[in-house]
């Protein structure tokens, strides 16, 4: 879908649909006004009917009303005008996406953008709906030997809106745009089953990714990771005839002194659990137990398409995580390459073994802020369901920065405590620290754990267990958190 925006008045757009919203209770916007005049009322009768919902995000495609260029006119509503919200408005532009998924339209303008929203300006209203209908168009057919071919479906769309300064309208529009593509790298990496996607395809992908892009790649082999004495993340690809990788990410858009932001993504291809195996139910999904790195590959290809002005290095340890003769066992211990030895207590619990050694590396980048992304834990499903991401971090002005980038960009994380009485909970009786902790809390504890290792510098954590994909009918990946972490990184970039 190619975006393009323009001021008009929306009675005399010629285009295969013209997209506008109105309000319950037949209260209709100013484009849709402009529509309901020239067409000497055919939209208020068609309302005064009652065909339309009054409930955000229902749609009615209306076809060659008199006195209109466009053979066509979208209503979306809007529900009640003082109520709309941030979501409600998300709801709306989702909904206006998938009818015209379903039209042959061919091409749309779209009026939503002038919707009466509290607290988010123009800029932020297009490009929040730059992004929704770009990532609706998004298909995972790469492994099905037939293709969709169908017609439907709009290629081009014209924002019609008018704002003081154009050009910051047209970048929010490009940043929509980008955060899509971003989301649909991490997602197509996410949905790709675990025999494609494995650690070498990644550093394939991030090979490519750094070729189209300005950003440098470096991919450490196991050699390198056994001379940098990453005892941790090697223990748990000891089961794998997969080579684990370390994938090095280097995105120079700031300033040569600038110290960078660094984002490490768990980068686990297939998680069976190892000698402590998970059970056989729904297995197949462990194949997402890599969206952190996805997540990281997608906010990188996001940055860089939008060539903010930023440092960041991206960090992403990869191995898959399975049951074999040489496999770690319950009951080992291993050093880690900060030096601290851990006993593994249930090889399940992995994705904290590779990532404690990506973030005592981290510290060679002096950064500014680390944030790792993680499908790290069954219980944050449990604690926070399928909505929002757990957030735990050892800085409260950096967990306040996420949370607030999760709110604007519609990707919502909440804080848990990481509170020091908490570490009592991780004990071993052989070595420094265990890879599990005490009965409960288990998102807490595995972010106690990460604890150990980021003492160096401010760091956040995100566990993306329950946000990274959808199971059931609607399986796949969502692309989450790229738009939160994009979010995170405009801000800092000082936009
Ligand atoms: N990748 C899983 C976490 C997970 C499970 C994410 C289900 C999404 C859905 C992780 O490696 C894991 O297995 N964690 C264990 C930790 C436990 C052994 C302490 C868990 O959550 O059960
Ligand atoms: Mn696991
Ligand atoms: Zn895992």
Request: hydrophobic share 45%; glycine share 10%; net charge neutral.
């Amino acid at each position: 879908m190619e975006f393009t925006i323009k001021a008009g008045s929306p009675e005399k757009l010629k285009n295969g649909c013209v997209v506008v919203g109105v309000h319950a209770g037949g209260d209709l916007t100013a484009a849709a006004r402009a529509l309901d005049k020239a067409s000497n009322g055919a939209i208020a009768t068609v309302l005064a009917r009652g065909d339309l919902d009054d409930k955000a995000g229902s749609t009615l495609m209306l076809h060659d009303l008199p006195g209109l260029a466009t053979p066509r006119v979208l209503l979306v509503s809007l529900g009640q005008a003082d109520e709309l919200t941030d979501k409600l408005y998300r709801d709306a532009v989702a909904a206006a996406a998938r009818a015209l998924a379903g039209s042959v339209a061919g091409d749309a303008a779209f009026c939503l953008a002038d919707a009466e929203l509290p607290h988010r300006d123009l800029a932020w209203r297009l490009g929040q709906a730059a992004q929704i209908l770009k990532d609706s168009t998004y298909r995972c057919d790469e492994l099905k030997s037939k293709k969709d071919e169908s017609k439907k479906g709009i290629s081009k769309l014209v924002f019609v809106a008018r704002g003081k300064d154009a050009d910051a309208l047209d970048a929010a529009i490009r940043r929509g745009e980008a955060v899509a593509d971003g989301m649909a790298l991490a997602k197509t990496l996410g949905n790709l089953p675990g025999n494609v996607c494995t650690p070498g395809y990644l550093a394939t992908t991030a090979r490519k990714l750094a070729k189209d892009h300005k950003i440098k790649v470096e991919v450490l082999e196991q050699d390198d990771m056994e001379k940098l004495g990453m005892g941790a993340l090697l223990s748990v690809a000891r089961g794998s005839h997969e080579p684990p990788k370390f994938i090095v990410l280097n995105y120079k858009g700031g300033k040569a002194k600038d110290k960078p932001v660094v984002l490490v993504g768990k980068g686990i291809t297939f998680d069976t659990g190892g000698i402590s195996l998970k059970p056989g139910e729904a297995m197949d999904e462990m194949k997402y137990d890599m969206c952190g790195a996805a997540s990281v590959l997608g906010t990188f290809k996001a940055i860089a398409q939008m060539a903010l002005p930023i440092n960041v290095v991206g960090l992403i340890p990869t191995t898959e995580n399975m049951p074999g003769g040489a496999a770690i066992k319950p009951g080992d211990i291993v050093t880690s390459m900060s030096g601290q030895t851990i006993e593994i207590l249930n090889t399940d619990a992995e994705g904290r073994l590779i990532l404690c050694d990506a973030l005592t590396y981290a510290e060679r980048f002096d950064p500014v802020a680390v944030v790792d992304v993680a499908t790290l834990t069954g219980a944050c499903i449990i604690a926070l369901g399928n909505l929002t991401s757990g957030l735990l971090a050892n800085d409260d002005e950096l967990a306040a920065e996420l949370l607030a980038s999760g709110q604007a960009a519609g990707d919502k994380a909440w804080q848990l405590p990481l509170w020091d009485e908490y570490q009592d909970m991780l004990k071993s009786n052989f070595a420094d620290i265990p890879n599990i902790g005490s009965k409960g809390a288990g998102t807490i504890t595995a972010a106690c754990f990460l604890a150990r290792f980021t003492k160096a510098y401010k760091w956040a954590h995100l566990d993306i267990a329950g946000t990274a994909w959808k199971s059931g009918a609607d399986k796949g990946a969502t692309g989450r958190p790229v738009p939160l972490l994009t979010q995170f990184l405009i801000g800092r970039a000082g936009h």
